[in-house]
Nanobody, 124 residues
Framework: QVQLVESGGGLVQTGGSLRLSCATS????????MGWFRQAAGKEREAVIS????????YYADSVKGRFTISRDNAKNTVILQMNSLKPEDTAVYYC?????????????????WGQGTQVTVSS
């Protein structure tokens, strides 16, 4: 059974930081590229950032460049989203996703598995 479980969300003030983790099981993690997406209330899900199987960042949304980074630990089957200098507009449910491919993608349809999401709220 494939599981992706996000953690680390919460409430933070503008300018603060959060570190989201996505723990995977039931897949050969090293064969998957990984992505983080987010969905704000009333909006469509959007790609935030993705990482290749080898650990190269393959996509950044313009809105998070210079503030968010992604990393992966293939030994722990985990992908990390480090979010710094958070803004109220970053408020959303954040999802991790796994794609059976070398590179990540910004298209939701390209991903094979999804987590349940974790809420991030940035107060002004």
């Amino acid at each position: 059974q494939v599981q992706l479980v996000e953690s680390g969300g919460g409430l933070v003030q503008t300018g603060g930081s959060l570190r989201l983790s996505c723990a995977t099981s039931g897949v050969t993690f090293s064969r998957y590229s990984m992505g983080w997406f987010r969905q704000a209330a009333g909006k469509e899900r959007e790609a935030v950032i993705s990482i290749s199987r080898s650990g190269d960042t393959t996509y950044y949304a313009d809105s998070v460049k210079g503030r968010f980074t992604i990393s992966r630990d293939n030994a722990k089957n985990t992908v990390i989203l480090q979010m710094n200098s958070l803004k109220p507009e970053d408020t959303a449910v954040y999802y991790c996703a796994a794609r059976l491919s070398y590179t990540g993608s910004q298209r939701t349809s390209d991903y094979n598995y999804w987590g349940q999401g974790t809420q991030v709220t940035v107060s002004s």
